[in-house]
């Protein structure tokens, strides 16, 4: 192991202070640290990760990186055979489900491991496992390391998790410190601006004109402040329902509900259409009409003469051949980098997305594109997941288009190039995936923005969000000493 002066000097600080919450980005070799961690204070010892995927990868490379045998526990292996390796395995490598079931059924004892490590340790909040364990290793006496890259840009929540692990001590390294400036590989952070065709601006003012209605109800019912569009997203819409359902049971109360769901429908139909676009929104209103138990609101929206005017208009223009202007930005910027020898990943929000975008780079001459989702609705198994990232690692292809399950915790190899097909709201998902690039070398990371749409007002919240995140840890950091 030959570690950086900046891992080094942040694996010696947790050394030195006992139990901490290491904060490093993605890029800068978390696992790193805490292997040099686990080298220098021996004996057994535990480390969590959240997806068993994760799990495969981590346990091969700190079995490299520390030097001992690792025992790989997930829910694939069975709890007697669990409780029959838990004695002589000296670094176990878990998902904190089986680790919490195993504590509960008393087949493990963490008062027999010297140090337990939590990796995306901004989990340990809330009802997930790592709170349990944490508790547990808290009154076992166990050394605890937490490693994330993005705890959060709200004071309270860092607090929490550090309250949660028992942490006394918070780590932050960055890019930009002294010891690590040399290291630091450039990450160019671009946006590109697109505007919606005039098709898709039509189609887009008559949803809006069905949602100032629903509005409009909710507000003659005394459960909206107003019609006005601005004040209408899925949050302030969902959070309308507590208040509705502690009204006693009646007619209006009702009546309320089903406004509120068409309008979060038609918000959600809005939102696709402007940062996906037509084919998406299509997808959506036909999954509607095709369900087998439709709810009143889907009822009642389906059954309004503008919504059937909205469908054909968006069938013609898909026939016409418009596509959102996001798609032809895409196909630009990532045949460049092809052209270039560069890899790519794409993140995109939705699956419909990841596969229309996984069909349209494949079009393009020197790009070989595959896609990267979850297990749900017929997504990926764990093993088909491990499996592209593998061949993404060989150079079988150069271009991963990945949903969310490709922003948190898994080795996905370092890449030239990161597109955001949207921009997302959140600063722990800005980190995360922009650390994707330049790991090795320097990387560029391109987000695409329709104008005057959510994606611009999504883009500057993450940024200034992750601008407080850096200015919160600084001071919890300070709070600690």
């Not at 359902?245 to 009646?250: D, G």
């Not at 949207?422 to 990371?445: D, F």
């Not at 005057?452 to 300070?478: A, C, P, Q, Y």
Request: net charge positive; charged share 25%; proline share 4%.
């Amino acid at each position: 192991m030959e570690a950086r002066e900046y891992q080094e000097n942040a694996a010696n600080a947790i050394l030195a202070e006992g139990n901490s919450l290491l904060v490093m980005p993605t890029a800068m070799g978390k696992t790193f640290v805490a292997a040099i961690v686990m080298k220098k204070l021996g004996g057994k010892q535990l480390f969590l990760v959240p997806t068993k995927p994760l799990a495969v990868q981590q346990a091969r490379r700190l079995e490299e990186l520390v030097g001992k045998k690792t025992l790989l526990v997930t829910g694939e292996v069975s709890p007697a055979v669990r409780t029959e390796s838990y004695g002589t395995a000296e670094l176990i490598v878990a998902t904190p489900q089986c680790i919490e079931n195993d504590l509960l059924a008393r087949r493990i004892r963490l008062q027999d491991f010297r140090l337990v490590v939590f990796d995306e340790a901004h989990r340990a909040v809330g009802d997930y496992a790592y709170v349990f364990i944490g508790a547990q290793a808290k009154a076992a006496g166990c050394f605890i390391l937490g490693l994330t890259a993005s705890p959060s840009s709200v004071k309270q929540k860092i607090l929490d998790v550090c309250e949660n692990l028992g942490v006394k001590h918070v780590e932050v390294k960055n890019e930009d410190d002294e010891d690590a400036r040399k290291y630091a590989k450039e990450v160019l952070l671009g946006w590109e601006f697109v505007d919606l065709p005039p098709q898709l601006v039509t189609l887009r003012e008559r949803l809006r004109h069905l949602l100032s209605e629903a509005l409009q109800e909710l507000k003659d019912y005394g459960f909206f402040p107003s019609a006005d569009l601005k004040k209408a997203n899925k949050s302030t819409l969902l959070a309308l329902r507590g208040p509705i359902l502690a009204q006693t049971p009646n007619a209006i109360a009702y009546k309320a509900l089903s406004s509120q769901a068409r309008a979060l429908n038609i918000v959600h139909a809005i939102d696709l259409l402007e940062s996906q676009g037509v084919a998406a929104f299509v997808d959506f209103l036909d999954g509607m009409q095709t369900r087998d138990k439709k709810s009143k609101a889907v009822q009642k929206l389906l059954a309004d003469p503008l919504v059937a005017i909205i469908k054909r208009d968006a069938l013609a223009a898909i026939k016409e051949g418009v596509e959102h202007p996001k798609l032809p930005k895409l196909r630009e910027i990532v045949a460049h980098a092809a052209a270039e020898g560069k890899s790519s990943i794409v993140f995109a929000h939705y699956r419909s997305s990841v596969d229309e975008i996984e069909r349209e780079l494949n079009l393009l001459p020197g790009v070989k594109a595959r896609q990267l989702v979850g297990r749900g609705n017929e997504g990926m198994t764990q093993k088909q997941q491990a499996a592209a990232i593998d061949a993404f690692r060989a150079g079988d292809f150069n271009a991963l288009v990945a949903t969310s399950v490709g922003e948190e915790g898994l080795d996905i190899p370092s890449v030239d190039l990161v597109v955001f097909f949207e921009a997302v709201p959140s600063e722990i998902r800005l980190i995360q995936r922009r650390g994707r690039a330049g790991r090795v070398k320097a990387g560029n990371v391109v987000v695409l923005v329709t104008r005057d749409t959510k994606d611009e007002w999504f883009l500057w919240i993450s940024r200034r969000k992750e601008k407080e995140m850096h200015r919160v840890l600084r001071t919890v950091e300070g709070d600690f000493k």
